[in-house]
Each structure stands twice: as C-alpha cells, then as structure tokens.
C-alpha cells in the first residue's frame, strides 16, 4: 500500500456508535487495537482498559481515547464493541470499520488506525499499540503516562504469555526463548551498553505493549504496512533514526498464545513450531560478545574514526574494509548500521561459518556461565526467573 491510499482510507473511515470528538489538547495518549474477528476476546481488552488507575484513583478519562478499528469482521466483534460502548458511557472508545480489501494484514490496519491516532495527538503525545486479545495490567496508562517528559522515544512494555492450553514442549520452549532473549539482552548492556536503557530490562518489543511518541512516528514514516513482524519494523526504523528505545519493566500486559496462526511467520506460527518440538539454533556467547563488541565500536568509529577501529570491526564481522566503508558512507549514524547489520548478519556466509549457531539450551548455559563468574553482584537477575512463576500462575 502507498501513503496516498493509507491517508484515502484514513479519511473515509466510517465511524461507529459514539462518533470521535474534536482534537483535545488533554490528550496525551492513544491507544490502538486492530480487531478482525475477535469476539472471544476483546470484551475482556476493552475491560481492563476501562478500569485504569492513576495510584488509587480512576485514571483521567481526558487524558486518553481508545480507538478500535473492526477490519473485515465477519463475526460479533462490531455488536459487542458497540455493546460495551453503550453500557460504559464515559469511556472515551471509539469505533471505526472498513471493509476495505486493501487492508488485508495487520500491518495495514495499525498503520491506518496509527495514522488516525496520529491526527488527533499533539507531537508529545504517545500512539500506543497493543491487540485484541491482550490484557492490559491496571496501572498500564499511567506507566506509559510517566515517560511523558522523559528523553524517551519509543517504550516497549513487557508481555506476559497467558499459556493456558499451550502443551507442556510449548510451555518450555516458550520460557527457554524468552529466559535466553533476556540473557541476550543483559550481556548487550554489558558490551554494548545504551543510555537510555539500561539494565536491569526486558527483551520484549512486539505490537502488543509499545508506545511511539507522536513526534517520532511522523518523522520516520509511520509504521510498514507490512502483513508480518510490523511491530519489529517500527521498532528497527526508530533506532535506525538515532531514537531513544526503552524497555522498561512497566507497563505490563497479558497477551494470548493462541496457536492458530493468522499470518505465517508470527507469533502463533512461533507457537506451533514450539508445540512440535521445533526449535531453532541461536548464537552462543562467544558470537554475542564478538557481535556486540563490534557494535560498541561502530559506536565509537561514528565519534572518533580511525583505521584502527575499522580494521577491528572489519575483522570481527567478517566483512571487507572497502564494502564496510561504501556502508559507513550509506548509514549517516552508527544505530542505523548496528539495525543494518543485525539484519544482513544472519545470511552472511563468512560471519556464520566463524560462528555458527548452537542449540538453545547450551547457549543458555554459556551466558548462565558467564554471568556466574564475571557478575559481581547476585541482585540483578534475569526478569525470565520471575516470568517463569508468572506463567505457572497462569496455568
């Protein structure tokens, strides 16, 4: 899809029930669900997010809107957000449908519902997106609420999985990821470090539990229209963009873990894999320290260049010095060639046959390891600990 016909959808969205009011300038914060058949879910979404707090107080209804966009529904997800409307009268939640063809993954509905959103917020406010099928924690506007003067750009919330019906090789598939994209996270604050996110944090930034701020998301161009990992898009375009990223501990949501996969290669596919057995090799630590090593002196080749540096991250990476200059000449700052290269790593031959991926559980074991002998202090563990007993609460 192009710009022309998001901003042509955008504009002959139909509204539904209550209508959207004018622009307020007390808005601070919009909340975006895409909804395409999810009548088992989305009474439960739009509860919790009728029943936020500020403290132990309601949270102020003027400060924030809801807006749900039904797309192609062929089920009760109108009629029952229509239903909740009605009987929550000070709710700000507005309804939109389209019908349109055109929007035919979810990538596309966010990006028109964003665009909406867009419109109606002042560049300080944030676009916030989260699912359908996603329950929010009751202090979750606030958390978000909190970063509204923060050097803050982009926040990724974290997401608890609700595994209840997920088989037992999904449920230990699902935390060794999780358990080993936290390690990952906290060794890459150690090497690589970020100021604006620091540890202790999470490793989680996906649709469900993400906020943009408004000024941001119209300089990089809104989120792709993409039919997959859209979430991970904007995510890679706003750090691309030299953007401050934060995965802070709150806000928190609940998301389902249904295994029936809508679009092939997200998170249900992820599930289903997981429900077989299937696991993926991953790097090992000795490919993380090296990749994230490399990282740290991009970061510093951007500062202070010298062939020195070059050479070394030209070494570490495999990668020639003339085609890692024609790429430092491409990328005008050192996180757009850091999101370059985590991408073009995976497929380049040389890099991988110097390090080439391991299973899971002993990529685990290693960071474990590493982590054991070099931390000094037993404080700061990995959130998946404390993720884990979530989840068997759950059950």
Known sequence: ????????????????????????????????????????????????LANQLSGDKTFPTHLYEVLVLCNNCNDHTVELCKLFQELNPGFPFYIHITNNPAINNVG???????????ERLTDTGFIIMTDADTIADKNWLDSFLKFQTEPVDLICGQIIPDTKGLNADAKKNLFENRHYLDLVSRLESEIYPQQSDPWPRHSHNSGPNMAVRNSVYKKIGGIPPIACLEDIALYQKVISYGYHIKHAMEPIVTTSCRSSSRVQGGFGSQIQNWSASKTENVEGYEKLR????????????????????????????????????????IHHNSNSLVIYLENFLKDHSPWNAAHPNIWIAEAINELESHFSVFSQTSKIYSSARSELSSLKRLE
Do not use: H
Request: include cysteine; proline fraction near 3%; glycine fraction near 2%.
């Open 108 to 118: 596309a509905a966010r990006r028109v519902l964003m665009d909406l959103a867009s």
């Open 290 to 329: 090296v990749r994230f090593t490399a990282f740290a002196e991009i970061k510093q080749y951007y500062s202070q260049p010298s062939e020195d540096l070059l050479n070394s991250i030209g070494q570490q990476l495999k990668i020639k010095k003339q085609a890692l200059l024609s790429l430092i000449e």
């Open 1 to 48: 899809m192009n710009i022309e016909s998001i901003a042509k959808i955008v504009a002959e969205l139909e509204a539904y029930g209550n209508q959207t009011p004018s622009v307020s300038s007390d808005i601070e914060l919009s909340i975006c669900i895409p909804a395409r058949n999810e009548e088992e879910t989305i009474w439960k979404t739009l509860t919790a």
